[in-house]
């Protein structure tokens, strides 16, 4: 089982910038992608982001291309989320996946999921 653990969030204006970070143990390295999704209140959860342990093939939805960047560190077993520019609408608890199988903007092809951290952007 792999274990994954959030950090990073807190409450900021908008227009300003947090780095998410999930450090990861356990078996890390079974599945080649990780994934950042976020859930609202009310809202269903939302793919961010996604990045292939080799620091390839990054993807983003559409609401943060431009704002955000995924990033990996191997050696730390981490993987980053790079948050600027942020807006009210990115108010949200940020989670960490492991990629198991299936479309990789879907919360159910993952098979593991950190506690999640929270964001709060303010107007």
């Known amino acids: 089982q792999v274990q994954l653990v959030e950090s990073g969030g807190g409450l900021v204006q908008a227009g300003g910038s947090l780095r998410l970070s999930c450090a990861a143990s356990?078996?890390?390295?079974?599945?080649?992608?990780m994934g950042w999704f976020r859930q609202a209140p009310g809202k269903e959860r939302e793919f961010v982001a996604r990045i292939w342990w080799s620091g390839a093939n990054p993807a983003y939805t559409d609401s943060v291309k431009g704002r955000f960047t995924i990033s990996t560190d191997n050696a730390k077993n981490t993987v980053y989320l790079q948050m600027n520019s942020l807006k009210p609408e990115d108010t949200a608890v940020y989670y960490c996946?492991?990629?198991?199988?299936?479309?990789?903007?879907?919360?159910?092809?993952?098979?593991?999921w950190g506690q999640g951290t929270q964001v709060a952007v303010a107007s």
């Open positions: 356990g078996r890390t390295f079974n599945t080649y992608a």
């Open positions: 996946a492991r990629f198991g199988a299936g479309s990789y903007s879907a919360s159910t092809s993952y098979d593991a």
